[in-house]
């Protein structure tokens, strides 16, 4: 796996993306989808003899999930041809955890007029990063609202779930699958072997837990690696920050929260809200300590081997965990819940995050096709649509990764763990919408904040206590900065996540008048 770019500028970044390009295009991964037969849930209808060949119109899908999950864009790529002959997709796949690298490739090509025809986004603020780069912003994007009205997903979509890539009621891509973030994974075997009670409900809980087994003289407690760039550390020190406000204000307060970070407005100089950022600081200095042999190289995906294998205690990181594990690892991940907390089999269990057990954090995956310079527009939005559908998703989720984002699903899961996340998805968004929230890992921050906030993370793990100043720092400058770009977004009519009357997670920014749902300008963002 590629590591990640560690806090380099949006400048210097697209300084590379040539080259990055071309070694991507011109190299092995395009080749190794276009050389392998697809792998379909639907049996192939014999073959007839014309005296014409159809045309077949073949488009470009940008992504980077191809070292992740081989089988699911395969079985899609299958699918969708048997329902649309006349088209053909390729993809180009571009290693790199939480598409770091992929992003800044999609953002080069579009600053230099050749956009992918169609690639894989996070459906979350960082979509606006596209956008604010095409020469007539939203209007370069194929807005999907109508057609998620015209499939239906408009009205049977979990609802959080299709507030959370809105902007002001304008969709610039199509989810295609609803991850979890916020989860705690660990083999329940190992932790039995030391008599550690679980699920584990508080982070206090997990501190004592990671401190008793370091007094019992046990190494390699957590997995934290280094050789994503700061990505897991990011991923962990958000968990704990979340995790500590949800005890103190409950699960709408810690979202809350949680949401200001998205928009950029945090209130820094609210003294109990800086006590929770630097407790967050120590509690996560505390825990990478115990941090496992090898983490300054070791990636996510590689370090959840010692979990499974009962090498390593703890990893906090998403549900993708669980579709790796069950792809590559042959390892079904179980829901925290009873009877699988009874059986002695299991050697991976997910649970929310400690602390986070009433908080959703959703991460979609979605499509976006650009409509301009994209010859294959038209190929891509149905390749769009189809992948949206539901069946689409049933076929896509059938590999273990992530739900459904259709409320109306039925438990085809392969592993019990996206049942349970899939039953919490749509009763947190039905009863408790306050509660949902992105994380900024994936990706509740614009890229060239998020850059900066994984390379932040990463020095606190490597500089200790002597860095929390600087990195509270950089916290509220990144901060500001992520709260500069949401003026450019809400300038031009897409202000806020939602639309009007249903802002995500019931959240408005203050630059978003409450009653007209307009834009604010006088407003002025914090400087700390």
Same mark, same amino acid.
């Given at each position: 796996?590629?590591?990640?770019?560690?806090?380099?500028?949006?400048?210097?970044?697209?300084?590379?993306?040539?080259?990055?390009?071309?070694?991507?295009?011109?190299?092995?991964?395009?080749? %190794?989808?276009?050389?392998?037969?697809?792998?379909?849930?639907?049996?192939?209808?014999?073959?007839?003899?014309?005296?014409?060949?159809?045309?077949?119109?073949?488009?470009?899908?940008?992504?980077?999930?191809?070292?992740?999950?081989?089988?699911?864009? &395969?079985?899609?790529?299958?699918?969708?041809?048997? @329902?649309?002959?006349?088209?053909?997709?390729?993809?180009?796949?571009?290693?790199?955890?939480?598409?770091?690298?992929?992003?800044?490739?999609?953002?080069?090509?579009?600053?230099?007029?050749?956009?992918?025809?169609?690639?894989?986004?996070?459906?979350?603020?960082?979509?606006?990063?596209?956008?604010?780069?095409?020469?007539?912003?939203?209007?370069?994007?194929?807005?999907?609202?109508?057609?998620?009205?015209?499939?239906?997903?408009?009205?049977?979509?979990?609802?959080?779930?299709?507030?959370?890539?809105?902007?002001?009621?304008?969709?610039?891509?199509?989810?295609?699958?609803?991850?979890?973030?916020?989860?705690?994974?660990?083999?329940?075997?190992?932790?039995?072997?030391?008599?550690?009670?679980?699920?584990?409900?508080?982070?206090?809980?997990?501190?004592?837990?990671?401190? %008793?087994?370091?007094? &019992?003289?046990?190494?390699?407690?957590?997995?934290?690696?280094?050789?994503?760039?700061?990505?897991?550390?990011?991923?962990?020190?958000?968990?704990?920050?979340?995790?500590?406000?949800?005890? &103190?204000?409950?699960?709408?307060?810690?979202? &809350?929260?949680?949401?200001?970070?998205?928009?950029?407005?945090?209130?820094?100089?609210?003294?109990?809200? @800086?006590?929770?950022?630097?407790?967050?600081?120590?509690?996560?200095?505390?825990?990478?300590?115990?941090?496992?042999?090898?983490?300054?190289?070791?990636?996510?995906?590689?370090?959840?081997?010692?979990?499974?294998?009962?090498?390593?205690?703890?990893?906090?990181?998403?549900?993708?965990?669980?579709?790796?594990?069950?792809?590559?690892?042959?390892?079904?991940?179980?829901?925290?819940?009873?009877?699988?907390?009874?059986?002695?089999?299991?050697?991976?269990?997910?649970?929310?995050?400690?602390?986070?057990?009433?908080?959703?954090?959703?991460?979609?995956?979605?499509?976006?096709?650009?409509?301009?310079?994209?010859?294959?527009?038209?190929?891509?939005?149905?390749?769009?649509?189809?992948?949206?559908?539901?069946?689409?998703?049933?076929?896509?989720?059938?590999?273990?990764?992530?739900?459904?984002?259709?409320?109306?699903?039925? $438990?085809?899961?392969?592993?019990?763990?996206?049942?349970?996340?899939?039953?919490?998805?749509?009763?947190?968004?039905?009863? $408790?919408?306050?509660?949902?929230?992105? $994380?900024?890992?994936?990706?509740?921050?614009?890229?060239?904040?998020?850059?900066?906030?994984?390379?932040?993370?990463?020095?606190?793990?490597?500089?200790?206590?002597?860095?929390?100043?600087?990195?509270?720092?950089?916290?509220?400058?990144?901060?500001?900065?992520?709260?500069?770009?949401?003026?450019?977004?809400? @300038?031009?009519?897409?202000?806020?996540?939602?639309?009007?009357?249903?802002?995500?997670?019931?959240?408005?920014?203050?630059?978003?008048?409450?009653?007209? %749902?307009?834009?604010?300008?006088?407003?002025?963002?914090?400087?700390?």
């Amino acid at each position: 796996m590629i590591d990640r770019k560690k806090g380099l500028s949006k400048g210097a970044l697209y300084g590379i993306i040539v080259v990055i390009i071309v070694v991507i295009i011109v190299g092995g991964v395009a080749a %190794y989808y276009a050389t392998r037969k697809p792998t379909t849930t639907t049996s192939v209808p014999p073959v007839t003899t014309t005296t014409t060949t159809p045309s077949v119109t073949t488009f470009s899908f940008l992504n980077w999930w191809g070292p992740e999950d081989p089988p699911g864009l &395969k079985w899609i790529a299958g699918n969708f041809s048997l @329902q649309y002959p006349q088209y053909q997709v390729s993809y180009t796949s571009i290693p790199g955890a939480g598409g770091t690298v992929a992003q800044f490739v999609i953002l080069g090509m579009i600053e230099a007029q050749k956009p992918p025809n169609s690639f894989q986004a996070h459906y979350s603020p960082v979509m606006w990063s596209y956008v604010e780069v095409m020469p007539q912003l939203g209007k370069d994007f194929v807005n999907f609202t109508p057609i998620a009205q015209q499939t239906g997903l408009f009205n049977l979509a979990v609802r959080e779930g299709l507030l959370a890539g809105m902007f002001n009621g304008t969709m610039f891509s199509l989810p295609l699958e609803a991850h979890r973030g916020v989860l705690l994974y660990y083999n329940p075997q190992l932790l039995r072997k030391y008599n550690i009670s679980y699920p584990i409900m508080t982070v206090e809980q997990l501190i004592n837990d990671t401190e %008793y087994l370091a007094s &019992k003289g046990v190494t390699n407690i957590w997995v934290v690696p280094g050789g994503d760039g700061g990505w897991d550390q990011l991923n962990l020190w958000e968990d704990i920050f979340l995790g500590l406000a949800s005890e &103190k204000y409950g699960p709408d307060g810690g979202a &809350k929260l949680y949401n200001e970070i998205l928009y950029g407005v945090i209130n820094l100089s609210d003294p109990s809200v @800086q006590a929770l950022v630097n407790q967050t600081d120590y509690d996560f200095l505390l825990l990478t300590k115990y941090d496992y042999s090898g983490w300054q190289t070791g990636t996510w995906s590689s370090g959840l081997a010692d979990i499974i294998n009962g090498q390593a205690f703890f990893q906090a990181n998403g549900n993708w965990v669980t579709e790796y594990a069950y792809i590559w690892y042959h390892v079904a991940a179980y829901a925290p819940v009873a009877p699988y907390t009874n059986w002695t089999n299991v050697t991976l269990m997910e649970q929310p995050f400690p602390g986070t057990w009433g908080n959703y954090a959703v991460n979609e995956d979605s499509i976006a096709v650009p409509s301009v310079y994209n010859p294959g527009m038209q190929a891509a939005v149905v390749f769009a649509k189809f992948w949206d559908s539901y069946n689409g998703m049933k076929i896509w989720t059938s590999s273990g990764k992530g739900v459904e984002v259709w409320s109306n699903g039925t $438990d085809f899961y392969p592993t019990t763990a996206q049942w349970y996340d899939y039953v919490t998805f749509k009763n947190i968004s039905a009863n $408790d919408p306050a509660a949902f929230t992105i $994380d900024p890992s994936d990706e509740s921050l614009f890229t060239d904040t998020f850059s900066a906030m994984i390379s932040q993370a990463l020095a606190l793990q490597n500089g200790g206590t002597a860095y929390i100043t600087t990195f509270n720092s950089q916290f509220a400058s990144i901060m500001h900065q992520q709260c500069s770009e949401w003026q450019t977004a809400a @300038q031009n009519g897409f202000g806020f996540l939602g639309m009007k009357g249903q802002p995500f997670a019931n959240y408005l920014p203050p630059w978003v008048n409450p009653t007209t %749902y307009t834009y604010m300008s006088n407003y002025t963002c914090p400087t700390y």
